[in-house]
């Protein structure tokens, strides 16, 4: 069974930064494309971020680019988003997935975790 836990986010202030992590378990981690998506107060799913198997190709929304980091330790099980610069409009619950098919996009299809509350405000 897959499972997905994301930890690490909070209440930050504009500007502030967070490192968000997941802990994978069930499947073959170290083959998995992983995503990470988010889901603000009233809107749909948002793709955020995507990492490739041995994390060599990292691709990222015009949203988070220049701001978010993605990354992955295969040897931990473990998949990482840093955020700097937060702004307010970062506010959402965020969610890593292993992603199946559509991994550059908002349709993506694959297991996801229960996510993490991430909220910038002053």
């Known amino acids: 069974e897959v499972r997905l836990v994301e930890s690490g986010g909070g209440l930050v202030q504009p500007g502030g930064s967070l490192r968000l992590s997941c802990a994978a378990s069930?499947?073959?981690?170290?083959?998995?494309?992983m995503i990470w998506v988010r889901q603000a107060p009233g809107k749909g799913l948002e793709w955020v971020s995507t990492?490739?198997?041995?994390?060599?190709?990292?691709y990222y929304a015009d949203s988070a680019k220049g701001r978010f980091t993605i990354s992955r330790d295969n040897a931990k099980n473990a998949l990482y988003l840093e955020l700097d610069t937060l702004k307010t409009e970062d506010t959402a619950i965020y969610y890593c997935?292993?992603?199946?098919?559509?991994?550059?996009?908002?349709?993506?299809?694959?297991?996801r975790g229960q996510g993490t509350q991430v909220t910038v405000s002053s």
């Open positions: 997935a292993k992603c199946e098919t559509q991994c550059l996009s908002n349709s993506f299809l694959g297991p």
């Open positions: 069930g499947f073959n981690f170290s083959t998995a494309v």
């Open positions: 990492i490739s198997s041995l994390g060599s190709g990292t």
